[in-house]
């Protein structure tokens, strides 16, 4: 069983930065892919990035260079570095840890609680 929580959600004006932070209750970064997925109100939930155990990353193409995914040395946290954010990045962020990347857009695997990210000046 794995536990995730993430933190860093806020309210930011246009054209701000913030980072998410996902912390395990056990390694996980490389054991697990790691996703970041966000869900506006309204809409379903969206894959926004993901880090393999073996390091590969990939983005949604609306956050590609402005978000960056990554991960610390101990294994237990995740990160996700907003910057340049727009309205349209409002949603609920929450962290996934799956066992295989076949399923990256599914249900499966370990959620956090969500932490909330507006844009808004």
């Known amino acids: 069983q794995v536990q995730l929580a993430e933190s860093g959600g806020g309210l930011v004006q246009p054209g701000g930065s913030l980072r998410l932070s996902c912390a395990g209750s056990?390694?996980?970064?490389?054991?697990?892919?790691m996703g970041w997925y966000r869900q506006a109100p309204g809409k379903q939930r969206e894959l926004v990035a993901y880090?393999?155990?073996?390091?590969?990353?990939n983005y949604v193409d609306s956050v590609k260079g402005r978000f960056t995914i990554s991960r610390d040395n101990t294994e237990t946290t995740l990160y996700l570095q907003m910057n340049n954010l727009e309205p349209e990045d409002t949603a609920i962020y929450y962290c996934n840890a799956k066992a295989t990347l076949s399923d990256i857009r599914g249900n499966s695997g370990y959620w956090g609680q969500g932490t909330q990210v507006t844009v808004s000046s």
């Open positions: 056990r390694s996980v970064s490389t054991r697990y892919v």
């Open positions: 880090i393999t155990p073996g390091g590969i990353t």
